[in-house]
Structures are given as C-alpha cells and as structure tokens.
C-alpha cells in the first residue's frame, strides 16, 4: 500500500472551510485515493475517492495535486457534525483499505 | 443502502473463551474485511477475503482465524481469547477496490475479554 502521513489534529470554526491535508508520495498511477471519517461510537464512513482528477460530491471536495502525490479534503462549511477522525487512504494492489490513525477534525463554535 | 451487520454491538467473554463474531452484509460484494480498532492506533486490518473459502492476512492476523463459507457472511473467530483482544472489532465489506469502489462498514462490536 502507498502510505499516507496526515496532521494528527485539526481545528475548524463552524461554517468556515475545514481543508485536510493528506500526503501521498509512493502512489502509483492505477490506484485511488479515498477519504472515510469516522465519528465517535461509529463505523467510518466512506465520503469521497479520486483518481486525478477533482472530485465533488454531497459532502465534500477533494483536490488532488497534479504529480498526485497529496491531496485534500475540503468541507466547504463545516458543521459541529462534522467533528470526526477523517482518514485518508490509497489501497494496495491486494485490494485491501489499511488506515492510519487520520486527522481528528475538532469543529467548534 | 447497502447494509453490514454485525451481530452483537457489545459482548463480554472470559480468558479463554472461543469467541466467534458474525458479520453479514447484503450487496453480494465479493470482499469482506475484519479491523479492530484501538485508542492511538487506528484502524489495523486483521482478515480480508476476496471470495468465498479465500482468505489473506492482513496486518495483526496472530491470534485470530476466518470463516467464508457463503458469501455474505464472514466471521472472526478468537480461539482461545486473551485480555489483549479487548476491543473494538469492525466488519466491512466492498465491490473490487481497484475498481474504485467504496467500503461499507458495520456498526462495530465491542468486546471486552475478562
């Protein structure tokens, strides 16, 4: 598996935009890159994936550089719900997802 | 949506113990994976399968052991449980990853071995 290296932690106020950092230098060029977060007492959540290009959906945006080695997660405004352990993952060719520990958004008031 | 359901939220066993956890997920999806999940540590992969009756090591395998008989059923299995298992144990199941496809995790099982 590529490795990924994240902030342990991170702070965002409610209804600014929270941007998670996730580096990624070992990626090659078939394989993804996907985002989960995980609220407390909860299976992770799967939130977005990409390839090369951007990507946007329902609950975030994620732009990956053009070399593909880092990427980020943007919650354009983010919510007290939004307050989680946010993962950011590059399977291996065996098809299996290994997470890290990922960054521990705190969103406050 | 597509469901993964493990079937005890909480459990509690003692030392020794064979202790097997279920989990079964409704989307015919041909990977199935068992994570355990420890404060500062993450998330770290124990078994995934690929298909029915294949199964590979994932990073932290000793201890542990699996069971893909039908598809969407995949089981852990603690033979001889120790206090060091104690933890969150978290099913999830996918269509083929490098196909860009997403994981679907169940609501995790807490075990606590006494």
């Known amino acids: 598996d590529a490795k990924t290296t994240q902030p342990p932690s991170m702070d965002c106020a409610e209804g600014r935009a929270a941007n998670l950092p996730c580096n990624h230098s070992?990626?090659?060029?078939?394989?993804?890159v996907y985002w989960y977060r995980q609220i407390h007492s909860q299976g992770p959540q799967y939130i977005i994936h990409?390839?090369?290009n951007n990507e946007t959906n329902e609950m975030a945006s994620l732009i990956i550089t053009e070399d593909r080695k880092s990427s980020t997660l943007i919650l354009p405004h983010a919510t007290l719900r939004d307050t989680a352990v946010y993962y950011c993952?590059?399977?291996?060719?065996?098809?299996?997802?290994?997470f890290g520990t990922g960054t521990r958004l705190q969103v406050t008031l | 949506d597509v469901k993964v359901t493990q079937s005890s939220r909480y459990l509690v066993k003692r030392t020794g113990e064979k202790v097997f956890l279920e989990c079964v997920q409704d989307?015919?999806?041909?990977?199935m994976f068992w994570y355990r999940q420890d404060p500062g540590l993450g998330l770290r992969l124990i078994y995934f399968?690929?298909?029915?009756?294949?199964?590979e090591k994932g990073d932290i395998p000793e201890g542990y052991s699996v069971s893909r008989e039908k598809k969407e059923r995949f089981s852990l299995i603690l033979e001889s449980a120790s206090t060091n298992q104690t933890s969150m144990y978290l099913c999830?199941?996918?269509?083929?990853?490098?196909?860009?496809?997403?994981?679907?995790f169940g609501s995790g099982t807490q075990l606590s071995v006494l």
């Open positions: 999830a199941s996918s269509r083929r990853i490098l196909l860009g496809e997403k994981l679907f």
């Open positions: 070992t990626i090659s060029g078939n394989e993804y």
């Open positions: 990409g390839l090369k």
């Open positions: 993952i590059v399977p291996g060719t065996a098809s299996k997802l290994t």
């Open positions: 989307m015919d999806h041909e990977n």
């Open positions: 399968s690929y298909d029915v009756k294949m199964k």
